[in-house]
């Protein structure tokens, strides 16, 4: 099976899965690390607070009360805890995932793509992922 060719404006795509690992680790290009924190979030509907379950380079995973639709557009910012203090990481990035916890549970488990982030931001949440040896 040929590889599948790269999105623009995505990292590149992976080869398919080839055996019964977890075919959602081997999409991912980026390692991340769970970081249970919180997130500003500003999108269309205003300013909100969520709880960060997960972050790479290219990503954040985080849940709220309520869904966002898939494609809207985010802006984020949150602290990250480093050996020397604390380091502000703002972004923006599309929803590309909005699952729903449990069915009686009223939280989703939303997934953002971040596409427009500083280098240092990038930068500063690599060393976060290294250092709690991510990996997920």
């Given at each position: 099976m ?11 795509s992976?080869?398919?899965s080839?055996?019964p690992k ?8 980026w ?5 249970e ?7 269309p ?7 960060i379950?997960?972050v790479s380079r290219?990503g ?7 869904p966002?639709p898939?494609?809207?557009v ?10 020397v203090?604390?380091t502000?990481?703002q ?5 590309v ?7 009686s549970?009223?939280?989703w ?17 690599e060393?976060?992922?290294?250092a709690?040896g991510g990996?997920?």
């Open positions: 040929p590889p599948t060719p790269a999105l623009p404006g995505r990292p590149e992976l080869p398919p080839k055996g977890d075919p959602g680790r081997d999409r991912r290009r390692a991340r690390a769970l970081a924190m919180p997130i500003t979030l500003v999108g509907a205003g300013s909100s607070e969520a709880r379950r997960d290219a954040v995973c985080f849940f709220l009360d309520r966002v898939l494609m809207t985010l802006g984020v910012a949150f602290d990250l805890a480093t050996p203090g604390r502000r990481v972004g923006h990035g599309a929803v995932r909005c699952e729903k916890i449990a069915k549970i009223d939280h488990e939303i997934a953002v793509f971040l596409h427009d982030m500083g280098e240092n931001d990038r930068h500063a949440l060393e976060f992922v290294a709690r990996t997920l």
